[in-house]
């Protein structure tokens, strides 16, 4: 776990429910934090099995000088994290970072989709909120399973009237992405954040209306995958070592546990260092990470062993040295 010392003590000043099973939590950090940009995430120390482990949240709001409001879903069959941040009540810390900004808005395009879906909405909510005050040319297609899943609706209707195009998965509505990424000038730009069918479905239909790959920007949601994560079982024969991954662990929690010497860093499947190669698979590797291209994800020669799992099957993997 990356340590680099911008790490304080932040108290926990007002929990609310923002949606179905999304947690709505404002933190005061001890240290003096600056207003953060759209788009921008905190790290939070969480106490899973037992041990700390860090977790990524987007910033949604700043609703007092100083704070930084943050919204979790809770996922029953998630890695542990949203459970420990559900249980936190006012006046519990824990150890947040500053503010990081790897999902940058750019202010000087000539227009705007923004795509959310379902908790997807955290990071995006701030930039539609700033581009529509700014008046910039903006939409925003919010879809999740229903209206009852979309946190700050109130809001977005307010600042971004009919600028908000909702999709409940329930009732069969569907985004329409060649569409809306279609309508965009020549220079236009779309920010996408959600599950990862949502972004595969985003750059599939970037590429087919013709839009340069550069212009589409988008956060990933790691942890989701095609399938319910399952227990499997993980064999290395350099290592002569057979380790068990139960259905809410990573790969890379588990090898870690067993001994196996790993290097990783950013926890979401975005960085790469916790790749493995793949020696064998019977059944079907559920890529989760956003490192690993589309082609080399079907080649399922290399896995991201941070969010990545198996189903149906187990794994056979190598190492490096480390």
Not at 68 to 74: E, G, P
Not at 225 to 231: I, K, L, T, W, Y
Not at 264 to 274: N, V
Request: hydrophobic share 45%.
């Amino acid at each position: 776990m990356r340590q680099d010392g911008a790490w304080t003590t932040a108290t926990v000043k007002a929990v609310a429910d923002a949606a179905r099973d999304v947690r709505q939590i404002d933190l005061e950090p001890d240290m003096p934090v600056a207003r953060p940009e759209p788009g921008s995430h905190i790290d939070v120390i969480a106490q899973v099995h037992g041990r700390p482990e860090r977790r990524s949240y987007s910033v949604v709001a700043a609703p007092a000088p100083g704070q930084l409001r943050i919204a979790v879903k809770q996922l029953s069959d998630g890695r542990g994290g949203s459970t420990f941040m559900g249980r936190l009540t006012v006046g519990d810390q824990l150890l947040v970072s500053r503010p990081q900004h790897l999902f940058r808005l750019a202010y000087d395009a000539p227009g705007y989709v923004l795509v959310a879906g379902g908790i997807g909405i955290t990071p995006i909510y701030g930039m539609a909120l700033s581009l529509a005050r700014r008046g910039a040319p903006v939409r925003l297609l919010y879809t999740a399973r229903s209206t009852a899943d979309m946190p700050f609706l109130d809001k977005l209707r307010d600042v971004l009237g009919d600028a908000l195009e909702l999709f409940s998965s329930s009732q069969g509505q569907r985004l329409l992405l060649p569409d809306a990424f279609g309508g965009l000038p020549a220079d236009g730009l779309a920010y996408v954040c959600g599950p990862l069918r949502l972004q595969v479905a985003a750059r599939e239909a970037w590429e087919s209306v013709g839009r340069p790959a550069r212009l589409l920007r988008t956060e990933s949601f790691g942890s989701s995958g095609r399938f319910p994560a399952e227990a499997f079982t993980v064999r290395i024969p350099r290592l002569d070592k057979t380790v068990e991954v139960p259905s809410d662990r990573t790969i890379l929690d588990a090898l870690l546990e067993a001994g196996v010497p790993m290097i990783a860093d950013c926890l979401r499947g975005e960085c790469g260092l916790c790749v493995l190669p793949v020696l064998a698979a019977a059944g079907i590797v559920d890529h989760r990470d956003a490192f690993l291209s589309p082609a080399q994800q079907l080649e399922n020669a290399a896995i991201c062993t941070c969010v990545s799992r198996a189903v149906g099957c187990d794994l056979v993997l190598d190492t490096f040295d480390r």
